[in-house]
């Protein structure tokens, strides 16, 4: 079962405004990463977020991550045509023994209108 | 991203058959993964490996199963394919060595696979 899930699941804005997309999880987790996806193409990693930090900034990218309520936010800035694309959170859970994969959100879709 | 590649790119085949994909990267990683995605939905782990040595079940292995013949291949095998197999699979990578973004993926431009 995923643990995160990312809302909403599909967002269209106008070119130029911020698009904030949500992310919740369920345990304990060492870091949290968001990834984009253009249609039909394999993820690329854009921001990681370890369990100590509240936020970070990477160029137009702005995560936060509030471990209390195991929720994250991706915020992208003066949004252009070619953010247009699917967007993942994926959790590195606490494990114990051995660490595994990453596990994926759902994805949320977000277009971005000219 | 070259670094990871996928082979085939698309693959058409009927129920029952055998099916391999392919996976290389040369970025030197240790651990990989194979994963699906099904429209709609995120992305389910299949197998993991550490290492050659190393092969790890993850969320949905069956009827799937994996070989990792080298550091640099991993491969995914549907020994009888069926309609539900239908999906877009990805290869991903990552390093565990020290310094290295901790479990940050690299992924590979996937493999689309029709079960008829």
């Known amino acids: 079962s995923q643990q995160g899930e990312e809302d909403p699941q599909a967002l269209s804005i106008q070119e130029g405004e911020n698009a904030t997309m949500n992310c919740s999880y369920k345990?304990?987790?060492?870091?949290l990463q968001w990834y984009r996806q253009n249609s039909g193409r394999g993820l690329v990693h854009l921001i990681l977020?370890?369990?100590?930090?509240r936020e970070k900034h990477s160029g137009r990218l702005r995560v936060t991550l509030d471990t209390s309520k195991k929720s994250s936010s991706l915020l992208i800035t003066a949004s252009r045509a070619a953010d247009t694309a699917s967007y993942f959170c994926?959790?590195?859970?606490?494990?114990?023994?051995?660490?595994?994969?990453?596990?994926f959100g759902k994805g949320t879709h977000l277009i971005i209108q000219p | 991203d070259a670094d990871v590649t996928q082979t085939p790119r698309n693959r058409i085949t009927k129920t029952g058959k055998r099916i391999m994909l392919e996976c290389s990267q040369t970025?030197?990683?240790?651990?990989m993964y194979w994963y699906r995605q099904d429209p709609g939905l995120g992305l389910r782990l299949i197998y993991y490996?550490?290492?050659?040595?190393?092969?790890n079940k993850g969320e949905i292995s069956d009827g799937y199963s994996v070989s990792r013949q080298a550091q640099a291949k991993f491969s995914l095998s549907l020994e009888s394919a069926i309609p539900n197999q239908t999906a877009l699979y990805f290869c991903?990578?990552?390093?565990?060595?020290?310094?290295?973004?901790?479990?940050?993926?690299?992924f590979g431009p996937g493999t689309r696979l029709t079960v008829l």
């Open positions: 970025k030197g990683h240790d651990r």
């Open positions: 991903a990578t990552s390093a565990s060595r020290q310094g290295a973004r901790p479990h940050t993926q690299y």
């Open positions: 994926a959790t590195d859970a606490h494990s114990g023994g051995g660490a595994d994969g990453l596990t």
């Open positions: 345990t304990s987790i060492n870091n």
């Open positions: 977020i370890r369990s100590n930090e």
């Open positions: 490996s550490f290492d050659v040595k190393d092969i």
